[in-house]
C-alpha cells in the first residue's frame, strides 16, 4: 500500500505551461500607444490547488502564462505591448494582482461534471495614476469530466477577454474626457 501512494503523487495531472488567446474579435479596438503588463509578485510562479479533490494538480510556470496571455490578448490592439517589472509612467500599464482559480461541481449535474471560476483583481493605469480597478470572476466555458487542463484554460481565456473589455471602455472613456 505505501507504493501506491507515491505513485498516485507521480501521476497526478499538471500544466507545465499554457498560452491562450482570448475570441474578443467583437470587442477589437485600435488603441493608440504602449500597453505594459504587470504580474505581481504575490502571484506564484507554480500553482498547487489545494481542494481535497484536485489537491494534486499543479500549474507550472502560472505567472508566465499568465503574462504570455494578457500579452497575447492585448497585442493586435495597441501598438506597443510589453511586460513589466513596475508600474510605467507613460502609456497603459495593466497590473494584475491576485488570480485565485477554483474548481466547483456543476449545480443540478449528475457525476463529476466540474467547471473553473477564477478571482482575480487587476488595476488599469494610465501615465502612472490609477484609473479602475477591476475586481472580478471568470467562469469557463467548457465543463470537464476528466480534463481539467482545458477547462482550466478556458477559465483563463476568459479573464483575459473580461480584462480586455474593461481596458476598452476605460480607454473609451478617456478619449471622451480628452474631447471635451
Avoid at 43 to 51: K, R, T, V
Avoid at 65 to 94: A, H, K, P, Y
Avoid at 121 to 145: H, M, T, Y
Amino acid at each position: 500500500m505505501l507504493l501506491f501512494i507515491p505513485l498516485l503523487y507521480a501521476c497526478a495531472p499538471s500544466i507545465r505551461y499554457f498560452n491562450v488567446t482570448p475570441y474578443i474579435d467583437s470587442h477589437h479596438k485600435e488603441m493608440k500607444g504602449k500597453m505594459s503588463i504587470v504580474v505581481d509578485d504575490q502571484i506564484p510562479e507554480n500553482y498547487h490547488f489545494q481542494e481535497a479533490t484536485l489537491q494534486n494538480f499543479k500549474v507550472q510556470h502560472f505567472r508566465r502564462s499568465l503574462q504570455v496571455s494578457l500579452f497575447n490578448t492585448f497585442e493586435g490592439s495597441f501598438e506597443t505591448v510589453n511586460t513589466e517589472e513596475r508600474i510605467s509612467d507613460r502609456g497603459w500599464t495593466l497590473v494584475l494582482y491576485r488570480v485565485r482559480p477554483f474548481y466547483e461541481l456543476v449545480p443540478g449535474s449528475e457525476g463529476n461534471r466540474r467547471r473553473v471560476l477564477i478571482r482575480y483583481e487587476a488595476g488599469l493605469f494610465l501615465n502612472g495614476k490609477r484609473k479602475v480597478v477591476i475586481d472580478e470572476q471568470a467562469l469557463s466555458e467548457d465543463i470537464v469530466f476528466y480534463n481539467v487542463d482545458e477547462v482550466f484554460q478556458d477559465a483563463i481565456r476568459q479573464m483575459c477577454k473580461q480584462i480586455y473589455i474593461s481596458t476598452v471602455k476605460e480607454y473609451s472613456n478617456q478619449i471622451t474626457v480628452k474631447i471635451q
